[in-house]
């Protein structure tokens, strides 16, 4: 994955808790992000062609060498999760072995709760990591490809993250890091641009300690050069700063009244859907909903509204497929009636897009009976469990219902413990000591 992906939520919408059996639920609000930015229009670098690049075919290797350390790993994982789980029945107190389907259902649990270290790896794994390390490198340094640029700089980020080491040694590494963003957008490269942008607007800070300052006006550059390339993600990310931020005494921008800087915000968030940008396209459906004041906006019709919504759905958004998956599960919101069917469809699409939520809530509709909808609890399960897996800690709290209860899997005490034992037991931890 090239983008790495600013941390503000940019999203209007949030959910709240979840419990068994029952839907998520939902309120919409507009975020506020209170940081300043600009909007200073600057000249777009010329775009090197990548198919030019004679580093491709380097690049090429490097990727076949990911996906077989991709599908070597998969099978590594799948014997370590048997081998922990055998080892975590034999020191159990219990007389009997859970149900044959625990093993099955958990091989991602241990992937989460119990990280592998390099020691751990196969050798086969080792080697293949050394010879993909090797081809990215080559591909970036020698042969400075705008993707493995990109790669390697996101690559040496997470190093960074993972490691203790001397702050003035992470400086060094976050300004080659910075070099290799700057040079992939040079080169053409919108994610280069994009995550340069990224950098240097969020900063950088080891254990507390300052390493980068954010510099707002530099990052604008980056950022301003991503959108000449036609970079959606960057149209949207700096329309909702300048729509959203309202500390006028930090703003960077001087020369406008912050009227205009709301309405520049809002081209350029209209400009991003315009290209059919997901979240952009959601955003104004929410915006639009509520209306603004200060733009002299009213609330849009509930009509408008569902046809903003149904584009950002159809754009393949997956906070808009849960919203209008909730609004079809309540009918709350006109003119969405109730509709079960549909409301399942949506959360399910959202859950394909790894909408933790939504897979809670579909699997909440199956898990009960629902006029138009066939009652699965095994279906139910599986859906907990994609929850779970993708961070949901009510995901992981409903599989253990579901093995409690014999809800959908064969019941097992011993396995909800497992579970309990591995997924929740930080978060029962967290709990105790506050």
């Avoid at 409903?398 to 899997?409: D, F, L, M, R, T």
Wanted: hydrophobic share 35%.
């Amino acid at each position: 994955m090239l983008r790495r992906y600013l941390s503000y939520c940019l999203r209007p919408v949030v959910s709240q808790s979840r419990h068994h059996g029952r839907l998520s639920l939902f309120v919409h609000h507009r975020r506020i992000i209170k940081t300043p930015f600009v909007t200073a229009s600057l000249s777009s670098s010329s775009a090197a062609s990548y198919s030019s690049n004679p580093g491709e075919s380097v690049f090429q290797e490097y990727l076949q060498a990911e996906e077989k350390i991709r599908l070597l790993k998969e099978e590594h994982e799948k014997k370590r999760s048997e081998e922990l789980y055998r080892a975590w029945q034999q020191s159990s107190q219990r007389a009997t072995n859970p149900k044959s389907t625990g093993v099955a259902v958990i091989k991602t649990i241990v992937k989460q709760a119990n990280k592998p270290n390099d020691e751990e790896l196969s050798k086969d794994i080792q080697l293949w990591e050394q010879r993909a390390t090797a081809l990215l490198q080559e591909a970036a340094l020698t042969h400075e490809h705008p993707e493995a640029l990109v790669r390697l700089a996101n690559q040496s980020l997470d190093a960074i993250s993972e490691t203790t080491i001397d702050k003035e040694v992470i400086r060094d590494q976050i300004h080659r890091i910075l070099g290799y963003y700057e040079k992939a957008c040079r080169l053409g490269s919108k994610e280069g641009c994009f995550n340069h942008g990224n950098l240097v607007w969020m900063g950088f800070t080891s254990k507390d300690t300052p390493i980068l300052a954010p510099v707002p006006k530099l990052a604008l550059d980056s950022f301003q050069k991503a959108i000449d390339l036609g970079d959606t993600d960057s149209m949207y990310f700096v329309g909702v700063v300048l729509l959203s931020e309202e500390d006028e005494d930090k703003e960077v921008i001087q020369t406008v009244t912050r009227n205009e800087r709301k309405k520049m915000g809002l081209e350029f968030i209209e400009r991003a859907a315009a290209l059919h940008h997901p979240g952009a396209l959601y955003y104004l459906s929410i915006f639009y909903l509520n209306g603004n004041d200060e733009l002299g906006i009213p609330p849009c019709s509930p009509q408008e509204f569902a046809e903003r919504l149904d584009a950002a759905v159809d754009a393949g958004d997956a906070e808009a497929l849960f919203l209008r998956g909730h609004s079809f599960y309540y009918g709350d919101t006109p003119p969405y009636p109730v509709d079960y069917t549909r409301a399942l469809q949506d959360f399910l699409a959202a859950a394909e897009l790894g909408h933790a939520d939504a897979a809670i809530s579909a699997g909440a509709i199956l898990h009960q009976p629902h006029p138009g909808v066939e009652q699965d609890q095994r279906r139910a399960f599986l859906l907990y469990q994609q929850a779970g897996e993708l961070g949901s800690k009510e995901g992981w709290r409903n599989v253990v219902a579901c093995y409690v209860n014999g809800e959908g899997v064969p019941q097992s005490h011993e396995t909800a413990k497992y579970i309990a034992e591995t997924m929740l037991k930080e978060e029962d931890e967290m709990r105790t000591s506050n």
